[in-house]
């Protein structure tokens, strides 16, 4: 680990001991629990040859949480001097070309964005986070999420998915009524929805009863997991 700070440091531009700018980004590539781990490593190499060309980084994997996911420390000054200075689109694109090497592996994968899925969290930098677990950071670090913005992507999605489902459950066709069902279920489960719960009232007692047809659902299969010896990738 000294020997490769020392190469990230003198390599290209200096790193000094005290700098203004961020020197590296550090990214995490996660899947959901049950998600071969060979697989998310082998489409996170393929992520960083695609979207990191040029740029120093090293890439670990861990698999003895319940969802597999691959750390990557990235130089932020790339061979040709570029810095990078990601974006949200860029961000985005970042989760799309992960989903795409996913997907070239079998995996189902989507790069959909919080509002779509009606999540209800801002990331909390790593460093944070390890403060807090030590005590030495009290209190509310960071403000949930919130303000018009927010809410209004969140209530897009919202009369967006309500649309669907009511097309769904008028259909004539048993699937398309048990997938409304299935829609206006995600929506009640999911946290940033609930809390625009009065809008699903708009969702009809004859839709709600056209859209309940039961479903079958099969066991999950039990998983367990050990932490392997770290192996590092350069």
Not at 26 to 34: A, F, R, V
Not at 168 to 186: I, K
Not at 187 to 202: G, H, I, T, W
């Amino acid at each position: 680990m000294d020997d490769l700070a020392e190469q990230w440091r003198h390599a290209g531009a200096k790193i000094d001991d005290e700098s203004p700018r961020r020197e590296a980004f550090n990214l995490m590539l996660s899947m959901p629990q049950g998600t071969d781990a060979r697989i998310v490593k082998a489409a996170a190499r393929e992520f960083a040859q695609a979207e990191l060309r040029g740029h120093r980084y090293v890439m670990v994997l861990h698999e003895h949480q319940a969802n597999p996911h691959a750390h990557l420390s990235v130089r932020a000054q790339g061979a040709d001097g570029r810095r990078l200075n990601p974006r949200k689109a860029d961000l985005h694109r970042w989760r799309e070309t992960f989903a795409d090497k996913l997907r070239g592996y079998g995996v189902e994968a989507e790069a959909t964005r919080q509002a779509t899925r009606g999540a209800h969290h801002l990331a909390r930098p790593i460093g944070r986070v390890k403060m807090r677990d030590d005590g030495r950071l009290p209190g509310r670090d960071i403000a949930e999420p919130g303000g018009e913005r927010f809410y209004s992507s969140r209530r897009d999605a919202l009369e967006a998915r309500i649309h669907i489902a009511q097309a769904l459950g008028s259909s004539a066709t048993a699937e398309d009524r048990r997938l409304a069902h299935g829609v206006m279920g995600f929506l009640k489960d999911s946290e940033a929805f609930r809390r625009l719960l009065p809008a699903l009232e708009q969702f009809s007692d004859r839709q709600r009863e056209q859209a309940r047809v039961p479903t079958r659902t099969s066991p999950q299969p039990e998983l367990t997991r050990t932490r392997p010896d770290i192996d590092w990738e350069r």
